[in-house]
């Protein structure tokens, strides 16, 4: 038999974790020490399982089920595809209860997955970190500097506003149609990042760099300054000096890296071309050399 929950303070919920992944460890950690009581987590993995005793020490490891039905808030961090079948599983075994609250962190979805939740009389929410997570405690202190993407009812924003406060981030609201392309964004300009750096530091270890990280820290958070500061008036390099000699010789090595490095460098410099030519930043005429050697026609036989 379950014993009785806790009295916990006014205004402070029992919280369950369902995915005690590298973003549902770290938001239980951070709502606990905003006094809240996580109540148990679920997690299958190995390294859920690490994740959880080490952000959530005290936490038990529960069926998820358990974790639901105990819980005044259930905090659902699990894949975006895995979220709908989720929900809609717990609704047809009489898990949810009436007056929960369940929020999930999917970045591309709003309310529409806790759809069957809600006509039980659940009230969902949509909050979903923009940050890159380690699933490390270094990510609580991260939180703190993070925006929210935030999609709640009209009578539940300001308590889903409330726990991004608590959490330490900042709410931003989002809405129910525009949720996939807000997701668009962040993962166009922080996923894709990643993949980029890691590139460029095998570029450079072809080139004999052996310590890539010092080499690249400077000049890619700079840039990334830069752009958010001042947006394509920032951009700099051979494509926007119209140095078609730099890039064509650049065409020439990537003949001996790696395909994924060669069409991202050939998609990257024709976007820049592109839109270094729409803002006026180029010549005509240097325009049309880079497109030249950029696209090269192709020899008669």
């Not at 679920?42 to 819980?71: F, G, M, N, Q, W």
């Not at 609250?101 to 923009?130: D, E």
């Not at 009209?154 to 807000?182: C, H, K, N, S, W």
């Amino acid at each position: 038999m379950t014993s009785p929950p806790p009295l916990l303070p006014p205004g402070r919920l029992r919280v369950g974790i369902v995915g005690a992944g590298k973003v549902g460890a770290v938001l239980g950690a951070a709502l606990a020490n905003a006094g809240h009581l996580v109540i148990g987590a679920s997690a299958v993995s190995a390294a859920s399982l690490a994740r959880a005793e080490a952000l959530l020490p005290d936490v038990p490891i529960l069926p998820v089920d358990d974790v639901v039905a105990t819980c005044d808030l259930a905090v659902l961090a699990v894949p975006d595809d895995a979220l709908a079948p989720l929900v809609a599983g717990l609704a047809t075994t009489d898990v949810w209860q009436r007056g929960q609250l369940a929020l999930h962190t999917s970045g591309r979805s709003g309310l529409g997955p806790l759809a069957p939740a809600i006509a039980l009389g659940v009230g969902g929410m949509a909050i979903h970190p923009a940050m890159s997570f380690t699933g490390t405690v270094m990510d609580i202190t991260r939180l703190r500097d993070c925006c929210f993407g935030v999609t709640a009812p009209p009578d539940l924003l300001a308590p889903a506003q409330a726990l991004v406060v608590e959490m330490g981030g900042e709410p931003v609201i989002v809405d129910e149609f525009d949720r996939t392309r807000y997701h668009l964004g962040l993962v166009h300009g922080s996923n894709y990042l990643i993949t980029l750096a890691a590139q460029a530091a095998q570029i450079l270890r072809g080139a004999g760099i052996e310590d890539t990280d010092r080499m690249l820290r400077p000049l890619m958070s700079a840039a990334l300054d830069n752009a958010l500061r001042s947006g394509d008036a920032a951009l700099t390099g051979p494509v926007a000096r119209g140095d078609a000699g730099t890039v064509s010789e650049h065409l020439h090595v990537l003949a001996s890296e790696s395909p994924d490095v060669q069409a991202v460098y050939r998609v990257l410099a024709e976007a820049t071309l592109r839109r270094a030519i729409d803002g006026g930043r180029l010549a005509p005429h240097s325009a049309s050399t880079l497109d030249q050697v950029l696209h090269p026609q192709e020899e008669a036989p």
